[in-house]
């Protein structure tokens, strides 16, 4: 049985293929096939907004309402959307690379396959390519207790808290691939507290964290419900990057 059906993803995309000007669209294609962290080096400074690119799928909700919107409230307009039109152009060889990351996935979230064939099954191979040009992963999402049901009506049959929904496609994968991820739990209906949380590769979980910084190239996504709670935490988080160097500043941990 799915874990998610073709219906929920699809649903959770507005227009995938419609341009937008206000939109970017150069993407380094070497990180598509990227198999390797991306995290030396990170820069979590305090950045100028012009200095900061999300790479995200351009969903309605936590993506575009979220990340793109309020990224432009303070500035930031460097937003680079990965659309099912996008992965069609994809030759056959980078559609294959990222059907293996997508296959990793979900194994680590413990869903079923989505068809590759199917429009659902795209979607959910792109997500790959939002993690892999990231230097960091930032989802908004619900976060689902081992054991517990989630919002669609799953139960997580991990030994771990899984993001509820399309969110954890590519946050598995930045997990994956060690890069630092950080899911904002928007609902204590699931087991865990309210709040930002951070994979811990020690303990193999999510663990309570301070609202993350920013790096430069980072992934910004999150679910289609996405609720105030969750905007909030979004706008906390870019007002916690660039805010003035005078104000104290809790960067990240390894």
Known sequence: TKEL?????????????????????NVNKNEILSNEASVTNVNYELHNPSELTNHSGGAKGGDMQ????????FGVTNHNHYTVAYYDKLTEQEKTELDKQYLETV?????????????AG????????????GESVYGVTELIKPGVKGRKGYNNK??????????GYATARGILLNKPTYIFNQSDKYGNEI????????????????????????????????????????RDVYKNSLKDEENSLSLPTE
Do not use: C
């Not at 059906?5 to 669209?25: F, H, L, M, Q, R």
């Not at 991990?158 to 969110?167: I, L």
């Not at 663990?207 to 289609?224: A, E, H, M, R, Y």
């Open 5 to 25: 059906t073709d219906e929920e993803i699809v649903s959770a995309i507005t227009n995938p293929g419609k341009k937008n000007e206000n939109i970017t669209s």
């Open 66 to 73: 979220g990340w793109d919107a309020i990224g432009r409230e």
């Open 107 to 119: 194994r680590f979230l413990g869903r079923g396959v989505i068809s590759k064939d199917t429009y």
């Open 122 to 133: 795209k979607l959910v191979r792109r997500d790959m390519i939002q993690a892999n040009n």
């Open 158 to 167: 991990m030994s771990y808290s899984v993001p509820e929904g399309g969110t």
């Open 195 to 234: 709040g930002w949380y951070k994979w811990d590769n020690n303990v193999k979980d999510f663990v309570k964290t301070d609202i993350p910084i920013l790096s430069k190239n980072f992934t910004g996504i999150g679910s289609q419900e996405v609720n105030e709670l969750g905007l909030q935490a979004i």
